[in-house]
């Protein structure tokens, strides 16, 4: 199975998310996307994958969001897909694809549903939450 995570290293939900896939046993595939950007077909490809909108995708704290004027409701997809293709950094992240699905990862426990095999316990959410006990069982 090949896993392919769109990681922000600088996300503490996005680093959690790639240590629990490592920790499933996979090694996934890495696109680091604030320095590769987006093309607007991958974007569009992925937000239909996930069932995502621009709007849904927007991440709207620690991004340029309010100040480019993208919280606004009467902003368009196409504007905020042209916003997003400009400043990488106003997708959310992370979006991890896999033969079972494409999601957007956060809160970060939404990635177990894209993985064969759950991680060892115990492991715990970006937030300190339990997310696999140390049998191994799945708490969220």
């Known amino acids: ?8 290293p600088d996300c503490g939900t996005s680093r959690n998310v790639l240590a629990i896939i490592e920790a499933s046993g996979e090694t996934p595939v890495v696109i680091p ?8 077909p991958h974007l569009l490809a992925l937000f239909a994958a996930a069932g995502l909108t621009p709007r849904t995708a ?3 704290t ?3 969001a309010e100040e480019l004027g993208l919280l606004d409701p009467s902003v368009g997809d196409d504007a905020l897909l042209a916003a997003m293709l400009e400043h990488p950094i106003l997708v959310n992240r992370p979006i991890v694809c896999s033969p079972k ?3 957007l990862c956060r809160p970060s426990d939404v990635v ?3 993985l064969d095999h759950l991680p060892p316990g115990p ?3 970006e937030d300190g939450s339990l997310l696999i006990d140390a049998k191994g069982n799945r708490v969220a």
């Open 112 to 114: 177990l549903d894209l």
């Open 123 to 125: 492991m715990a959410k």
């Open 58 to 60: 927007l991440r709207t």
């Open 1 to 8: 199975m090949t896993v392919v995570i769109h990681h922000n």
């Open 101 to 103: 699905g494409v999601r």
């Open 33 to 40: 996307y604030l320095d590769t950007g987006w093309t607007r």
């Open 62 to 64: 620690k991004s340029p």
